[in-house]
């Protein structure tokens, strides 16, 4: 990041104020300098009132890694360089702007902030953190399950017959939502191998549907609903959700 010093203001700034336990209104003035001082006495440097790039690549060294589940000023740091609400305790949505961040940094897509993490978000050449907020903005991805690079791969837990192409439809669509939102790399292929994995898989009766309550809990949704309401469902697709759908015999299917 930037240096900082009086009249500085924006994100930076309330990232730093959080560190150092002053008012994080996002405006360096004199108790924020004050504190910086303060902080650079501390540590034997010079009390310029100036957060310097170096200072920023001290503190990332000591910052300690995040994962759902921690809490604490760190936590207030990382949710405000985010732009995600900041209440110091990470969750689901931290986790998937985290994500979201590890995407656009070229990072490993872990949901967790590890000192890596830190030193690339506050090194001087950092990119803004994407913001996420959950609903769809471009067009979603379409995988087919009869696609060839997946299509006659085995999903069952007992038997051949049973393939991506005539039995992972659940997988499939579940895959279009995870590569659209959160990670472009996966396929049906990864989808219906964590299905059969975890246990969603069902012995003759495709995918149960709590594997879709399982996949959005994994990778960081800020929201899921299941529902048997169509009124839910254009509401939401009306907000810019994504929708898997499960229904009986139709012009689509056979089965269903």
Known sequence: MKALKRKSNGTEVRVLQF???VSADGIFGTKTEAAVNNWKEKNGMEKDGVFSESDWNLIAAQMPELKVGSRGKEVKMWQAFL???VDGIFGTKTRASTRAYQIASKLIITGIVTKDVWKMAFSAT???APKTSGTNT????DYKQYDSRWGSVKYST???SQTIKNSGCGPTSMADIVA????KNVTPRELCALSVQKGY???DSGTAWTFFR???EKYGASKFVQTTSVETLKNALSNGALAVVSFGPSKWTKNG
């Open 201 to 203: 898989r069902t012995y």
């Open 214 to 216: 399982y996949c959005a």
């Open 19 to 21: 560190f150092l336990g």
């Open 158 to 160: 007992h038997t051949k």
């Open 180 to 183: 659209t939102w959160w990670d």
């Open 126 to 128: 950092a990119a803004p």
């Open 138 to 141: 471009k067009k979603p991805v």
């Open 83 to 85: 732009g995600v609400d």
